[in-house]
């Protein structure tokens, strides 16, 4: 599966950003779609995770302002982030997980300003 993500910029705190996650395969189809981020000097964290049956999991810092869904029309996974917070800068990766194989799209920059 190939992964390319959009979507990033940026904000104050506060604001709204969308980042896109497009896949070269149904993303209805995939086990296990992610999005990760990691931050200078930190180690990469899960920020939030959709499974094939549509379940989601958050990371607790983000849950209530964070939303990931799948796009049909855009065959899109998305990361809706609102009231962003300054700790919430870095760069953000999609992931996906299918048949025991993983993936990893390019990163894309996320900063929020306070």
């Known amino acids: 599966v190939q992964l390319q993500a959009s979507g990033g910029g940026s904000v104050q705190a506060g604001g709204s950003l969308t980042l896109s996650c497009a896949a070269s395969r149904s993303v209805f189809n995939i086990n296990v779609m992610e999005w990760h981020r990691q931050a200078p000097g930190k180690q990469r964290e899960l920020v939030a995770r959709?499974?094939?049956?549509?379940?989601?999991n958050y990371r607790e810092s983000v849950k209530g302002r964070f939303t990931i869904a799948r796009d049909a029309a855009k065959n899109t996974v998305d990361l809706q982030m609102n009231n962003l917070k300054p700790e919430d800068t870095g760069v953000y990766y999609c992931?996906?997980?299918?048949?025991?194989?993983?993936?990893w799209g390019q990163g894309t920059q996320v900063t929020v300003s306070s």
């Open positions: 992931h996906s997980i299918l048949i025991g194989r993983d993936n």
């Open positions: 959709i499974g094939i049956g549509g379940d989601t």
